[in-house]
């Protein structure tokens, strides 16, 4: 098989100059939070994107180039005159990058790219935010324009939303830029500051196995635009800036003013930021093994408050648990994707039977499961 490199100069003629990488994540906890200034706790995973990249030092070469070692044609635009429907949708993650440092004043000369990634596409561990990350931090560092990770987070939310489309807020970008190897990021989505949570699982015979249904999801679907506007007119309604002001306490009050649909997704925000808060407590004081009710409460909210989960996710989740998981639950931003358990590690493969026995008992799709471990965040290779 041949190197991206080798791969690289079979395409564009030369060699690349620079080879750089960005995680997918899974969300440990905190799902539909980011976007209403909550609480969410990801964490970067050993699946990254890769790209090798070449930059065009001719001033009147303004010519974007992207491939994709998953095959097709190149793809070529002009940084003069971009446009989202310029590019083939997979594409646009990596042109809207380029579109996001212009909108911060930045002139970009061209450059070759081309991408390789073992994140699962579709499967909600932010395939679209890895190569996002890693086009940014490519692009930072080879031109030295000196933006920090945090700037470079809000650079590629940006892109995702207002070149790709889709109403994203900064998990996914944060957990791919700002992670660190063993831990949980927990991130205040409203002032943006982070911290490092101790997620030791290989220290305490721990896994968490991602579970693929391979229902494929996507995040500029008209469903996830829904949950938003249903969670501001929530905020709204109830005179706040953003659900993350809405107490628990004030629960039965949102229940008496928001019609019941509102009333739902306002819940699941607001329980699940305590849940967040909650999860990050149990791991400071007793570790990750004691977090499994957190997970399912916080599936039973997705499925029955926020109902963003399918047959396949709770079949996923209810397998898991009936063949001893400590905890389950969907992961991302649901119609589809992943699901997530935390086992012993004793017990992941009697875990993995149990799904995959249930998925074919029912008729689904075969699952794809794996283990992820905390991982960095990206880096130039």
């Keep these: 098989m041949s190197t991206i490199a080798e ?3 079979a395409l564009f003629g030369h060699a690349p100059d620079g080879h750089f990488a960005a995680p997918g994540r899974v969300n440990l906890i905190g799902e539909h939070t980011d976007y209403n200034d909550g609480y969410v706790l990801p964490f970067a995973i050993d699946r990254v994107a890769r790209i090798a990249v070449k930059i065009h030092h001719s001033a009147e070469a303004r010519t974007l180039r992207v491939a994709s070692t998953m095959g097709g044609d190149v ?3 002009d940084l003069g005159t971009l446009a989202a429907e310029d590019v083939t949708p997979w594409a646009r993650y990596v042109a809207g990058v380029f579109w996001a440092f212009g909108q911060k004043g930045f002139t970009l000369p061209g450059a070759d790219i081309l991408l390789d990634s ?3 596409i579709g499967a909600g561990l932010s395939s679209s935010a890895a190569i996002e990350c890693a086009v940014a931090l490519a692009l930072n560092e080879m031109l030295r324009l000196g933006l920090s990770r945090e700037e470079l987070v809000l650079l590629c939310q940006n892109a995702e ?3 790709v489309g889709a109403p994203t807020g900064t998990l996914d970008q944060s957990a791919s830029l700002l992670s660190t190897a063993d ?3 927990f991130l205040d989505c409203r002032t943006r500051e982070s911290r490092q949570v101790n997620l030791p699982l290989e220290a305490e015979n721990l896994q968490i196995l991602v579970i693929d249904t391979r229902v494929s999801h996507a995040h500029d679907s008209g469903g996830y635009k829904e949950l938003v506007e249903a969670c501001t007119l929530g905020a709204r309604e109830l005179g706040v800036p953003a659900l993350r002001d809405v ?3 004030r629960l039965p009050e949102a229940k008496q003013l928001l019609h019941p649909d509102i009333y739902r997704r306002v819940r699941h925000i607001v329980t699940e930021n305590q849940r967040v808060l909650d999860t990050i407590e149990r791991l400071d004081a007793n570790g990750p093994a004691a977090i499994g009710d957190l997970l399912l409460a916080s599936h039973a909210s997705m499925r029955d408050d926020f109902g963003i989960s399918c047959e396949e996710l709770d079949l996923a989740v209810d397998a898991a648990m ?10 991302g931003g649901g119609f589809g994707g992943s699901a997530i358990a935390l086992v012993e590690s004793s017990q992941a493969q009697a875990v993995s039977e149990r799904v995959l026995k249930d998925f074919a008992e029912a008729g689904y799709t075969t699952p794809e499961i794996f283990s992820v471990v905390p991982g960095p965040g990206a880096q130039r290779l």
Aim: glycine fraction near 8%.
């Design 7 to 9: 791969s690289f100069a």
């Design 75 to 77: 793809i070529e635009a």
């Design 118 to 120: 073992t994140v699962p």
């Design 161 to 163: 939303n207002n070149f």
């Design 183 to 185: 831990h949980a990021l």
């Design 247 to 249: 107490s628990p306490e």
């Design 322 to 331: 009936a063949a001893g998981a400590l905890g389950a639950r969907m992961t």
